[in-house]
């Protein structure tokens, strides 16, 4: 009988992070969110920025494309909003419980494909594969390959994600190589750019929305600050109160990820400025060269 394959702990970050979305800042989307001058930075304002983020995405829809995949779609708001715009979609989801999630949401609209982006083994292409987020998470060479597999000849790819840099933005202190970010996620933006730059694209769009999604962070950090730290305290100090055989155990047993918890979460360097500091935040617009698409 073959084994159950392991729970990413990847997969239940997104689910936590869903419901504290929808019952904190009753959104349904899971992704950062762009937040221009003159909107406060503030819980009330989250899904105005995420549906700023949206729109964003929806812009940079090239002319012409009919048939989309989305790849990695969290909780499928942002395919219903592609479906509602009059795409053909299909949509990839490696988690099992946000798949049950999107197809309440999608039904029988679209297709949902329960699998990663590198093991897909479809028999149709598209006008434009999207990754909102989702990039952060794939192998870069097979990503490139399954990308020119489903693209129609012409056919775009928008990415909407972010990554690491490999050098301090300009007017900010420079940071070595040996200092990690607090932040996790994200390829390197050199290495990315190399890449892609030995693939049959051509890049049509390279937008830095850094500034505008780091904000996100700082709704993140007030959120960790004002309800989960002090959560976390309180459940701590009762473990450690009638149960400190118990604790004592665990506290040592997983002592390295409560430090990388504290280290990232606890300790207020997750927020905009060390995710500007770090991260640089870009959407990129390419398209396949005609006759460079692989057979599927």
């Not at 689910?15 to 800042?25: E, M, N, R, S, T």
């Not at 590198?118 to 006008?127: I, K, P, Q, Y």
């Not at 693939?199 to 904000?215: G, M, V, W």
Request: aromatic share 14%; charged share 25%; proline share 5%.
């Amino acid at each position: 009988m073959p084994s159950k394959p392991k729970v990413q702990l990847k997969d239940i970050g997104l689910d936590i992070g869903l419901a504290f979305a929808k019952h904190v800042y009753k959104t349904d989307y899971l992704h950062y969110g762009i937040w221009p001058e003159g909107l406060k930075v503030e819980p009330s304002n989250v899904l105005q920025a995420q549906t700023n983020y949206a729109d964003l995405l929806l812009k940079n829809i090239p002319e012409g494309v009919e048939s989309i995949l989305d790849v990695g779609c969290g909780s499928g708001k942002f395919t219903e909003q592609l479906l509602d715009a009059g795409y053909r979609v299909e949509a990839v989801s490696p988690s099992p419980h946000l798949s049950e999630i999107v197809l309440s949401r999608i039904g029988k609209r679209a297709k949902l494909h329960q699998s990663r982006y590198e093991d897909l083994n479809l028999g149709s292409r598209f006008d434009l594969i999207l990754f909102s987020e989702s990039f952060q998470y794939l192998n870069l060479e097979e990503a490139f390959v399954q990308t020119r597999k489903y693209l129609n000849p012409g056919g775009f790819m928008l990415i909407c994600d972010f990554f690491n840099r490999e050098q301090a933005p300009e007017g900010s202190n420079p940071f070595g190589l040996d200092e990690k970010s607090p932040i996790s996620g994200g390829h390197g933006i050199k290495r990315f750019l190399e890449i892609v730059e030995g693939q049959p694209f051509r890049k049509l769009e390279d937008q830095d929305i850094t500034a505008a999604t780091a904000p996100s962070l700082d709704i993140m950090r007030d959120l960790i600050h004002e309800v989960i730290r002090p959560s976390w305290n309180a459940v701590a100090y009762y473990m450690g109160s009638n149960y400190p055989k118990f604790t004592a155990f665990f506290s040592y047993f997983f002592r390295k990820k409560i430090n990388q918890a504290h280290r990232k979460y606890f300790s207020g360097n997750t927020s905009g400025a060390q995710f500007f500091r770090f991260k640089t935040y870009r959407l990129f617009l390419y398209q396949l060269e005609p006759d460079n698409k692989i057979d599927v």
